[in-house]
């Protein structure tokens, strides 16, 4: 088997519905190692859990951003 590392980066702007100045944007990014191997059906679920795992660490950095943005506001 090898290894491969599956990398993403999400850029995301947050802005009120009635518009106005942007509240909080930034950049995320995330990644994850999975092992490939020569059996295909293995080695395509591999990856996709390794897209699944980006994918939440992604979107947990974005409510980490947004929920501090919020809890410093008065």
């Given amino acids: 088997a090898t290894s491969a ?3 993403a980066t999400a850029r ?3 802005t009120p519905v ?3 100045p942007t ?3 930034g950049t995320a990014n995330a990644s994850a190692s999975y092992d490939r191997t020569q059996q295909r059906f293995a080695a395509i679920r591999a990856a996709r859990d390794a897209e699944i795992r980006v994918a ?3 979107a947990e950095q974005i409510r980490s951003r947004v929920a ?5 506001q008065s």
């Fill in 5 to 7: 590392t599956l990398t």
């Fill in 12 to 14: 995301f702007t947050l």
């Fill in 18 to 20: 009635e518009g106005g």
């Fill in 23 to 25: 509240l909080v944007s």
């Fill in 56 to 58: 939440r660490a992604l």
């Fill in 68 to 72: 501090a943005h919020f809890a410093t």
